[in-house]
């Protein structure tokens, strides 16, 4: 049995638990393979699960807090049967020495850890640059650290990027010669009101406000801003706030420009060659702003919550000339579709089900 281990909540959004949605689909749709199971610390993320026909198990647990479940797990995990991903930033090098006991350890991870697990998955567009971090010691190091102090097999890089189902799917994205829509988000939640303050300097420009653009902003199911968002731009006829989008992908093939925060989203985006403007929020998103913006000519404008202002000086140098460029925007649809495939979640699932039979063969 495959179980997965992510939250979903308005202090981390909702990112984990999609990017293991999309593994948990490849698994299921492989010949005789039996859904994966989830677990969560609480039911924030429950609703998504079960809308996407997975079970999920709540451990009534703080998410903060990843030891205080481990005599949980230890119930529930079978070593010779049962293989576990785990996909958080609150883990720990004693989280995971422990949760080796228990299954098999395959783990989504950003930020460069070589953390003791059977299989370290790391898609993002930089993880290639962090394999050094990964590699096992060897020589005199070896002889002081335990070789299970190390990831097991690696894989790294966008070919692993595991994207929703309907961002798997070849796209006919093409560049129009005018900018008529455009659309702006934030992600699973938005801490700063980073929309708020982007919209309200977009509206009040004049070069931008005489281009009669409709502009599309998605508020997310954790956006603690959501009601005050609607009631701001309610009588504006060119602003859109989408809530519960479910065909995210439609909205953006729409979209002639979207601006996004870093995460999945950018990957979704990229995909469909839609044209591309970046910013984060946090330390663990600012590696894929700035990857983005070596390997190809998207802007990224920094920080939100370092300097919300010169991040929107820069957003809206970035949006105006998007918007007066079709070269420019051609190139960028160019450069974003040579990026991704749409077959990362297909590559994670073989590589768990090898680790599974890779246990059996061992019995």
């Not at 070789?147 to 929703?164: A, T």
């Not at 801003?225 to 602003?239: G, H, I, M, P």
């Amino acid at each position: 049995m495959l179980y997965i281990r992510a939250d979903g909540n308005t202090e981390i959004g909702m990112g984990h638990v999609m990017r293991c949605l999309s593994i948990a689909e490849a698994v299921a749709e492989m010949d005789g393979q039996p859904k994966p199971v989830f677990l969560t610390a609480d039911e924030g993320c429950c609703h998504l699960i079960s809308d996407r026909g997975f079970q999920s198990i709540v451990l009534n647990t703080d998410y903060r807090d990843m030891m205080s479940e481990l005599p949980q797990l230890a119930k529930l995990l079978d070593k010779e049967n049962d293989i576990i991903l785990v996909d958080s930033y609150q883990v720990s090098e004693e989280y995971y020495m422990a949760l080796g006991q228990l299954a098999k350890v395959a783990c989504l991870e950003d930020m460069g850890e070589p953390y003791p697990v059977d299989l370290l998955i790391n898609y993002n567009i930089y993880g290639t640059q962090l394999e050094a971090n990964y590699q096992k010691q060897s020589g005199d190091d070896r002889e002081s650290t335990c070789h299970d102090r190390h990831p097991g097999q690696v894989l790294l890089g966008v070919e692993y990027m595991p994207l929703r189902k309907a961002f798997q799917l070849p796209s006919k994205y093409v560049v129009k010669d005018k900018v008529t829509d455009v659309t702006i988000t934030t992600g699973g939640s938005d801490p700063c009101f980073a929309a708020g303050a982007l919209m309200d300097t977009f509206l009040s420009d004049s070069d931008l406000s005489d281009q009669k653009i409709h502009w599309h902003v998605i508020s997310g199911p954790f956006n603690s801003f959501a009601q005050q968002l609607k009631s701001r731009y309610q009588t504006c006829d060119n602003v859109t706030v989408h809530e519960n989008v479910k065909d995210m992908r439609s909205l953006l093939l729409k979209s002639d420009i979207v601006l996004s925060a870093t995460g999945s989203t950018i990957y979704e985006v990229s995909s469909l060659g839609v044209p591309m403007i970046v910013f984060y929020f946090a330390e663990n998103q600012r590696q894929g702003a700035e990857a983005l913006e070596q390997m190809t000519d998207i802007v990224n404008a920094g920080c939100f919550a370092l300097d919300a202002g010169a991040v929107t000086a820069k957003a809206v140098a970035a949006m105006k000339k998007c918007v007066s460029q079709k070269d420019y925007r051609s190139l960028l649809h160019e450069q974003e579709r040579q990026l991704i495939d749409g077959k990362g979640a297909l590559r994670i699932a073989r590589h768990l089900l090898a680790l599974a039979l890779a246990e059996k063969q061992s019995d």
